[in-house]
Structure formats: structure tokens, C-alpha cells
């Protein structure tokens, strides 16, 4: 541990930053940083230097502390309370700040190929972006200095994973968002016994500004604090450190969801054999009793939540909730594939969720829940698209316009979200803070595919099922900036969040299937292909005849037959009992000529975008499915 002298290293700051010696000397006492450890105050101290906020105040995580963060909104007017709900409130933001933005999200290191596999030549790379170490302290320098003035800086010790457990990661996140903070407060256990628990050891450093230094110098929309034109979000993972300018929305200013427990949460994961993964942990019960644990990767609003949360339309089968999109998964000292759900709430899409689609959900955010860009109804209640019910008063939008359905535009954003406590799930598994993590049986990958892939099929082998993740398509959602509806690849539903080379990623998924461990099954779903009249599969409820099928093949029975793609379930095999009118031949239609050009699609992108980075055995996969398209 690096000694620390509080004396020693104010006149280092002085010396440095003349300017700042009278704020900083004031907070030094006021924040009451003295007592925490010397790494975590010189962490502080530093950042508090550059961004010059008039006071720091370091959070406790108490339900007093919750309320003082919601009557500052209140004041701020960057939240309404909505009267029809129990403690819950509605921010609109600023129109330019609705989603996660990838094109200004990097990852720095000294060296480009340990974060992104370099592109054919003439190929824009498409797996995340790097900044040289050097352009970051520029960027930084550009940003930062006094990027908080008139402002507090909130200091966030929070959990990854329940505190004490051993999967578990501390990180602190420095703020000047109270939205953050109070979003923050619902998604990772904030705590001051954190700080504790950090002792002298490791921490996740996370920055957030919203870039917007009072007195203001932009007018605001909507109240809302952000600099849509200067965002940065950044990670240095040999520092596991997090700086991100700009934003307030969700994944860009939330640093512990996909900063921390995707980007550098797989960095870690590299170095320590284990997987940080954009999954959801769902816990399935047959009638007999017996239980299983399944994850499942999907792109960004392409199911996780409503599987997660989903209620079983089959009867005697219950599902339960773990986490509704991160896994951290570890084999344990008996082979086991061990995940938590390292989160404590669920930021989910609104639009589209229903008491038919999404019962639970509906329930989890009646209370305690903050609601981000849904529309407002004039009886004191929220409204949005696919709420499975026509408004109960006149609608203001999520721009503050009154509504109706011949406006022409949504209501409630597409990317608009329920912010709610994981524990008021009326779903949640009993296991879901188990510090050890729930056993994994089966690993599911899925995305939106109108065409030609089929409801389920089985990957052959390990290394199969890590093509199959390779291979992830889907189509593009309102998550990120993304216009229209094009199929992108999404590797893995990790394509905005390796924290490192995508090619490196797929060996260490080659790599934990060791002798001795118990490798799940690994499938693959879709809910959307469609025909001329929409999607032919029900989806929702209905996925539970879906997962059956496949716990009964982790069970090892023998209800597959070998198909050009892989395992697909035997004629019959299914349980479509009460379901009818579904066009089951449809939902599993193989064409060969469509599989064999998704080979070529699949090889073109792996070729183009990581080369030789790219394992030989994901090529050979490729090949294979080529060859058995072909025959
Ligand atoms: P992120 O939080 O962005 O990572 O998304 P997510 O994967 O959790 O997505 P979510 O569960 O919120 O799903 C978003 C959209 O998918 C909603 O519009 C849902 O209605 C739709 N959806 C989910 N499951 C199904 C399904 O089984 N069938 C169909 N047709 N739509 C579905
Ligand atoms: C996603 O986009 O996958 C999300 C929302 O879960 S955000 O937190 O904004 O990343
Ligand atoms: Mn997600």
C-alpha cells in the first residue's frame, strides 16, 4: 500500500493547481474524504482538482440519503413525481441524449490490438473503438478541467454482485448527476460500508461528468444537464478506470452496467479465467420440482427483460429471475459454471412491455422505480406504445408535446426505461444474491431475425456454440444511435461492449472448456422471424415451450435430430399443447441456399473485421457449416 500524507499531497496539489488550493482546501474538511483510505482520497482529491466541483459529498447509500437525492430533483425540476405511483418519477431528457452512443465510447491502451482486431484494408473496423493513451489525456484535458464548477461531485461506493461476495467487484463512481446518483441507488448496491470492504484494495475509478458547469453556458432542454456534442465515454483497463463526459442517459453516465461489468468486467474476467457476459440468468422448475439455471445472450432490446421476467404459459413450469442483462460466470473447484447477476435493478425498455408481454415487470415498477422518456397521462399516471391499453387522460410525449395518436411520432421514446430494484420482482429467484453464483446448465444466444433462422437449434459441441455466439445477427434497435432496421452483427450481444480484442475474447471462450468442468449446452432462439402478416411465433409467455425443449436436452433426452445448423428438436418434441395456430414448419423452415450464404456472410465478416485474430477453430466451424449447407 502507498503510504499517504495528507500534508505532503495538498502541496503537491497546490503547487499544480494554484487555483483550486481554497476549494479543494474547504472540501477537504467539508466532504469529510480525511476518513476514508489514502487511495481512495487521492483519487478524490485528484479528479475533484480537475473538475473543480464547489463541494463533494460522499453518499452513504441510506434511505434518508435516497430522499435528499429526490428532493434535489424535485427542485432541479429534472423529475416529476407521478401520483398514481408509489414513490416513483418521471425525467424527460434532452432530446440529443437518449441511448448509449458508440460511436464517441472507446477503449485505451498503449497498444491498438490488444483492444480491437485490425480490419482488412479499405474495411471500417466495427468492433469497438481505440484511443491512443495519449489523445485520451488530450481529450480529457478538453473536457474536464472545471467541468463541474457550481456543482457537487457525488462520491458512489458501490457493489457489483452482492458485498463480501466472491464474484463480487467495488467500484467508485464520482458524479455531478444527483439523476445519477439516484439511478445508481436502484442499479448496484451503494453502501459506505463498501469503502470498507475496498480496505487498501482494488476499486473500479469511475469519472462521470454531465459536462454542463453552472453558471451554465448552453441553454437547457427539459432541465436536462448533458454536452451532446463533446461525449466521451472511455475505459483504461490496465488502470480499471472509467471517464465519461457528456451524457447522462444510461449506459453512458450508469459507469457500473455496461462500463464496468461488460467493458472492463471482461478485462478482468481475460486475466482472472472467467466471463463477464451481456446475458440474462433466468432459473427454470419443472413439474417435478427439479430446477435448472440457463443465461442468454440477446442484442440490446431484443428480449433479455421479458425472458428474464417471462411467465410460463405451460402449465407446472415456473420461471424465476436472476439478472435481466449481465452475467459474471465462473467455474467453481467442482467444474461448475457459477453466474450472479452482478446488478440490484433492472433499466428496462418500456416501450412494449405489457401486463400480456411482461407481467412481472409491470409489477417491479409500480414502486420506487424512476421512469426515463416514457409520456405522461393528465390523470397522474405514465403511459407508452404497447402498454396494452389506450391512455386514461390527455398524453404530454416524452418532449413535453401534448399527444394523440395521429401526432405521428411515439409518445414515449423507443429507448425509453423503467429504472426499478431488482428485489421488487415478484419473480426473483430465491438464489439471486447468492454470493457463489447460481449453477449454469445451458447457454442461450438469440437475436431479431426475420428470416431464415429457426426458433431453436443446438450447437453440436462447445466450440460450435462459440461460432454460434461468433455469428450473432441481428437486427438494429432504438438502444444505441442507430437508424432504421438493418441485420448487424452482434457477436456474442457483445459487439458495444468488449472491453478488449474480439479475437482474443472468442480463444478464452475456446479456452475455459477445460477437462474436468461440466460445459453447458449451448442453443440458439429466435422469436421474430416473420412472414407477410408479422411475427409467426407468439414470443412472450409462449418461449416457455422453447425452454423446455431445452432443459430436457440438458437432462439428455432424445428429442433431437441433427439438421445443416446443428440440433434442432424432433418432429412432435415440442410441447405445443394449448398453443394453437402457429405454423410450426415455419418457425423451423431450414433453407440451404440461406445457410449457405450466411456461411459467406459470416466468414466475409470474420475475415474482414478480425483476420488473423480470429481463431482458427471459428473458421473451421464456418467452414464446416458451409459444407454441410452444401451437401
Ligand atoms: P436491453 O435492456 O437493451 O439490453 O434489452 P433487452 O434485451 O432486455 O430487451 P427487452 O426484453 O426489453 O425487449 C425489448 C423489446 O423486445 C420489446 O419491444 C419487447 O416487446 C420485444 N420482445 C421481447 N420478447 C419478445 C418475444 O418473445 N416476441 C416478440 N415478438 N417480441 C419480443
Ligand atoms: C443496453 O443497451 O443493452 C442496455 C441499456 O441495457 S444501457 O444501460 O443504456 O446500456
Ligand atoms: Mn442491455
Known amino acids: 500500500m502507498r503510504l499517504f500524507s495528507s500534508i505532503s499531497r495538498q502541496n503537491l496539489l497546490i503547487n499544480r493547481l494554484n487555483p483550486v488550493r481554497?476549494?479543494?482546501?474547504?472540501?477537504?474538511?467539508?466532504?469529510?474524504?480525511?476518513?476514508?483510505?489514502?487511495?481512495?482520497?487521492?483519487?478524490?482529491?485528484?479528479?475533484?482538482?480537475?473538475?473543480?466541483?464547489?463541494?463533494?459529498?460522499?453518499?452513504?447509500?441510506?434511505?434518508?440519503?435516497?430522499?435528499?437525492?429526490?428532493?434535489?430533483?424535485?427542485?432541479?425540476?429534472?423529475?416529476?413525481?407521478?401520483?398514481?405511483?408509489?414513490?416513483?418519477?418521471?425525467?424527460?431528457?434532452?432530446?440529443?441524449?437518449?441511448?448509449?452512443?458508440?460511436?464517441?465510447?472507446?477503449?485505451?491502451?498503449?497498444?491498438?490490438?490488444?483492444?480491437?482486431?485490425?480490419?482488412?484494408?479499405?474495411?471500417?473496423?466495427?468492433?469497438?473503438?481505440?484511443?491512443?493513451?495519449?489523445?485520451?489525456?488530450?481529450?480529457?484535458?478538453?473536457?474536464?478541467?472545471?467541468?463541474?464548477?457550481?456543482?457537487t461531485m457525488y462520491v458512489i461506493p458501490f457493489s457489483m454482485g452482492p458485498i463480501g461476495g466472491s464474484i463480487s467487484k467495488y467500484g467508485i463512481e464520482l458524479t455531478d448527476s444527483p439523476y445519477v446518483v439516484a439511478s445508481m441507488g436502484i442499479m448496484t448496491r451503494v453502501n459506505e460500508s463498501v469503502l470498507e470492504e475496498i480496505g487498501s484494495g482494488e476499486f473500479v475509478k469511475c469519472l462521470h461528468s454531465v459536462g454542463c458547469p453552472l453558471p451554465l453556458q448552453r441553454e437547457l432542454t427539459n432541465n436536462w444537464p448533458?454536452?451532446?456534442?463533446?461525449?466521451?465515454?472511455?475505459?483504461?483497463?490496465?488502470?480499471?478506470?472509467?471517464?465519461?463526459?457528456?451524457?447522462?442517459?444510461?449506459?453512458?453516465?450508469?459507469?457500473?452496467?455496461?462500463?464496468?461489468?461488460?467493458?472492463?468486467?471482461?478485462?478482468?474476467?481475460?486475466?482472472?479465467?472467467?466471463?463477464?457476459?451481456?446475458?440474462?440468468?433466468?432459473?427454470?422448475?419443472?413439474?417435478?420440482?427439479?430446477?435448472?439455471?440457463?443465461?442468454?445472450?440477446?442484442?440490446?432490446?431484443?428480449?433479455?427483460?421479458?425472458?428474464?421476467?417471462?411467465?410460463?404459459?405451460?402449465?407446472?413450469w415456473k420461471v424465476e429471475c436472476v439478472g435481466d442483462d449481465i452475467a459474471w460466470m465462473k467455474f467453481d473447484n467442482n467444474g461448475k459454471l457459477r453466474a450472479i447477476n452482478p446488478e440490484n435493478g433492472f433499466f428496462g425498455v418500456a416501450p412494449g412491455t405489457s401486463e400480456h408481454t411482461n407481467p412481472n415487470a409491470m409489477t417491479c415498477m409500480e414502486k420506487n422505480t424512476v421512469y426515463t422518456n416514457v409520456a405522461e397521462t393528465s390523470d397522474g399516471n405514465i403511459w407508452w406504445e404497447?402498454?396494452?391499453?389506450?391512455?386514461?387522460?390527455?398524453?404530454?410525449?416524452?418532449?413535453?408535446?401534448?399527444?394523440?395518436?395521429?401526432?405521428?411520432?411515439?409518445?414515449?421514446?423507443?429507448?425509453?426505461r423503467f429504472c426499478a430494484p431488482a428485489g421488487q420482482c415478484p419473480t426473483i429467484d430465491p438464489q439471486w444474491e447468492s454470493a457463489e453464483g447460481v449453477p449454469i446448465e445451458a447457454i442461450v444466444f438469440g437475436g431479431r431475425r426475420p428470416e431464415g433462422v429457426p426458433l431453436v437449434y443446438e450447437a453440436n459441441s462447445w466450440e460450435h456454440g462459440v461460432f454460434l455466439g461468433a455469428a450473432m445477427r441481428s437486427e438494429a434497435t432504438?438502444?444505441?444511435?442507430?437508424?432504421?432496421?438493418?441485420?448487424?452483427?452482434?457477436?456474442?450481444?457483445?459487439?458495444?461492449?468488449?472491453?478488449?480484442?474480439?479475437?482474443?475474447?472468442l480463444q478464452h471462450w475456446l479456452d475455459v472448456n477445460q477437462d474436468g468442468r461440466q460445459m453447458p449446452k449451448i442453443?440458439?432462439?429466435?422469436?421474430?422471424?416473420?412472414?407477410?402478416?408479422?411475427?409467426?411465433?407468439?414470443?412472450?409467455?409462449?418461449?416457455?415451450?422453447v425452454l423446455e425443449w431445452i432443459i430436457r436436452r440438458c437432462g439428455g433426452e432424445d428429442i433431437a435430430q441433427e439438421s445443416i445448423i446443428g440440433k434442432i428438436p424432433k418432429n412432435g418434441s415440442l410441447n405445443m399443447e394449448g398453443c394453437d395456430g402457429v405454423d410450426l414448419d415455419a418457425c423451423f423452415e431450414l433453407s440451404s441456399d440461406f445457410w449457405k450464404q450466411e456461411a459467406a456472410e459470416v466468414r466475409q465478416y470474420l475475415e474482414e473485421q478480425v483476420g488473423e485474430d480470429c481463431p482458427a477453430e471459428i473458421y473451421a466451424q464456418c467452414d464446416e457449416l458451409a459444407k454441410r449447407a452444401s451437401q
Open 523 to 545: 442453443f440458439n432462439v429466435n422469436w421474430f422471424r416473420k412472414n407477410e402478416n408479422g411475427f409467426i411465433w407468439p414470443g412472450f409467455g409462449e418461449n416457455s415451450r
Open 226 to 316: 448533458c454536452n451532446p456534442e463533446n461525449v466521451l465515454v472511455t475505459h483504461i483497463p490496465k488502470d480499471r478506470e472509467i471517464i465519461s463526459f457528456g451524457s447522462g442517459y444510461g449506459g453512458n453516465s450508469l459507469l457500473g452496467k455496461k462500463c464496468f461489468a461488460l467493458r472492463i468486467g471482461s478485462t478482468i474476467a481475460r486475466d482472472e479465467g472467467w466471463l463477464a457476459e451481456h446475458m440474462l440468468i433466468l432459473g427454470i422448475t419443472n413439474p417435478q420440482g427439479e430446477k435448472k439455471y440457463i443465461a442468454a445472450a440477446f442484442p440490446s432490446a431484443c428480449g433479455k427483460t421479458n425472458l428474464a421476467m417471462m411467465a410460463p404459459t405451460i402449465p407446472g
Open 22 to 151: 481554497i476549494l479543494l482546501r474547504r472540501d477537504y474538511s467539508a466532504a469529510s474524504v480525511a476518513h476514508l483510505a489514502p487511495h481512495i482520497q487521492e483519487y478524490i482529491l485528484e479528479k475533484a482538482a480537475l473538475c473543480q466541483p464547489d463541494d463533494i459529498y460522499v453518499c452513504d447509500g441510506s434511505d434518508a440519503e435516497k430522499e435528499k437525492i429526490i428532493q434535489t430533483l424535485l427542485k432541479e425540476k429534472l423529475i416529476k413525481p407521478i401520483p398514481k405511483l408509489e414513490n416513483c418519477y418521471l425525467a424527460k431528457t434532452d432530446p440529443k441524449d437518449v441511448a448509449r452512443v458508440e460511436s464517441k465510447t472507446v477503449i485505451s491502451t498503449e497498444n491498438e490490438r490488444e483492444t480491437i482486431p485490425i480490419p482488412a484494408e479499405g474495411v471500417e473496423g466495427k468492433l469497438g473503438k481505440w484511443m491512443a493513451p495519449g489523445d485520451l489525456q488530450a481529450a480529457i484535458q478538453e473536457r474536464f478541467p472545471g467541468c463541474m464548477k457550481g456543482r
Open 478 to 505: 432504438a438502444a444505441a444511435e442507430f437508424k432504421g432496421k438493418a441485420i448487424m452483427n452482434d457477436p456474442f450481444a457483445m459487439r458495444p461492449f468488449f472491453g478488449y480484442n474480439f479475437g482474443h475474447y
Open 386 to 416: 404497447g402498454i396494452g391499453h389506450d391512455p386514461t387522460g390527455d398524453v404530454t410525449d416524452w418532449k413535453n408535446q401534448p399527444w394523440t395518436k395521429d401526432s405521428g411520432t411515439p409518445a414515449a421514446h423507443p429507448n425509453s
